[in-house]
């Protein structure tokens, strides 16, 4: 599935066409850079050790051999990766973002708020109920922004899907 969007950059007054689409193995390598740059540069209390195992899980080799059991979308601009949203579906209908991360330099110009509805719509369609992700993470205010609330007594960010 593909999702064309022509996005218009204000700020930068320049109007770029940012394509949405699944992952595929041709873009592993890029995934793993983005996301491992994203988990080391969050800002964790305690960065080491759970730093270090969450980057490990985001290899590329990894994310190849995973892909198959996941939901993965990236966003491309001019043949670069410039932001991934990849999802698992969870139990009960509630599908889960594991990982959303936009390259520094594309921040604030709605490539995340993209990916999130790509994810969204394409987790509805599939029959999910519900969207969480960590209440932990270090952007949980961008989350917050587009609707997720804590859960009860959980440590994680939900958000009904229509």
Not at 14 to 23: D, G, K, P, S
Request: glycine residues 10%.
């Amino acid at each position: 599935m593909n999702i064309k969007l022509k996005w218009v950059i204000l700020s930068m007054r320049l109007e770029q066409n940012v394509v949405v689409t699944c992952c595929a193995n041709a873009h592993a390598e890029a995934v793993s850079e983005l996301v491992q740059e994203a988990w080391r540069t969050a800002g964790l209390a305690n960065p080491g050790e759970q730093v270090e195992e969450a980057v490990s899980a985001f290899s590329w080799e990894r994310i190849i051999r995973d892909m198959p059991g996941r939901l993965s979308y990236v966003a491309v601009l001019r043949h670069k990766v410039v932001g991934v949203v990849i999802l698992s579906q969870g139990e009960a209908g509630i599908s889960c973002i594991e990982a959303l991360c936009v390259a520094p330099e594309f921040h604030g110009q709605g490539i995340g708020e993209l990916l999130i509805e790509t994810a969204e719509k394409r987790a509805g369609e599939l029959g999910a109920k519900r969207m969480s992700v960590s209440g932990r993470l270090a952007n949980a205010g961008f989350f917050r922004r587009y609707g997720y609330q804590a859960a009860s007594g959980q440590s994680q960010l939900e958000k009904a899907l229509a």
